[in-house]
């Protein structure tokens, strides 16, 4: 089965960066386009930002700008790289294949103002 599991997360002041990453495996990696979503407290889940396999992006308009989806499809890996983090983008952030309905224990951002 699907396994992902997150790293990177922290607490941060407002404007700060950090950079997530998910490693997955039990799927063949370089075939699915790759979102990370995220959820706030008392909020659903949302999708922050996609990769395709060949490296095609698509961000959510209230991270455009800041930030930035990569993949490593030799490590079964992609990243998401955060600067100038607001309190809004605090939440648990998770990555997962898109059209696969299996989820990570994910990793909390913590952005304090």
């Known amino acids: 089965q699907v396994q992902l599991v997150e790293s990177g997360g922290g607490s941060v002041q407002a404007g700060g960066s950090l950079r997530l990453s998910c490693t997955a495996s039990g799927i063949i990696f370089n075939i699915y386009i790759m979102g990370w979503y995220r959820q706030a407290p008392g909020k659903q889940r949302e999708l922050v930002a996609s990769?395709?396999?060949?490296?095609?992006?698509n961000y959510a308009d209230f991270v455009k700008g800041r930030f930035t989806i990569s993949r490593d499809n030799a490590k079964n890996t992609v990243y998401l790289q955060m600067n100038s983090l607001k309190p809004e983008d605090t939440g648990v952030y998770y990555c997962k294949p898109l059209g696969r309905n299996s989820w990570g224990q994910g990793t909390q951002v913590t952005v304090s103002s």
């Open positions: 990769i395709t396999g060949g490296g095609i992006t």
